[in-house]
């Protein structure tokens, strides 16, 4: 079993940054993924970005490239989503996931194992 557990979340206004943040803990694969999805209310849960833990390849969302960093920090098993000049597009719970094993960065929920509780973002105008 694997736990993610996901912090970082708030209130801000437009053009803000913010930084999320998602530890892993429990039995790890020596390769996997790990990433972010976003769910607004009445919509899908959409793909923002992934990292692979090993090699350390990433994938963003269209809509978020340029604007969001993804990174992991190994020693900490954990992986950080830095959000900079946020819209109030953007507003959504940000759920953290991780997929065991792969060679590829999937961009479908249903293709990850395992996922946090999520965290509130919201941008105001």
């Known amino acids: 079993q694997v736990q993610l557990v996901e912090s970082g979340g708030g209130l801000v206004q ?5 930084t999320l943040s998602c530890a892993a803990s429990g039995r790890m694969f020596s390769r996997y993924a790990m990433g972010w999805f976003r769910q607004a209310p009445g919509k899908e849960r959409d793909f923002v970005a992934a ?10 969302a269209d809509s978020v490239k340029g604007r969001f960093t993804i990174f992991r920090d190994n020693a900490k098993n954990t992986v950080y989503l830095q959000m900079n000049s946020l819209k109030p597009e953007d507003t959504a719970v940000y759920y953290c996931a991780l997929k065991l094993g792969g060679w590829s960065i999937p ?4 293709l990850y194992d395992y996922w946090g509780q999520g965290t509130q973002v919201t941008v105001s105008s």
């Open 107 to 110: 961009s479908t929920a249903p």
């Open 14 to 18: 437009a053009g803000d940054s913010l």
């Open 51 to 60: 990292v692979m833990w090993s090699g350390g390849n990433t994938d963003y």
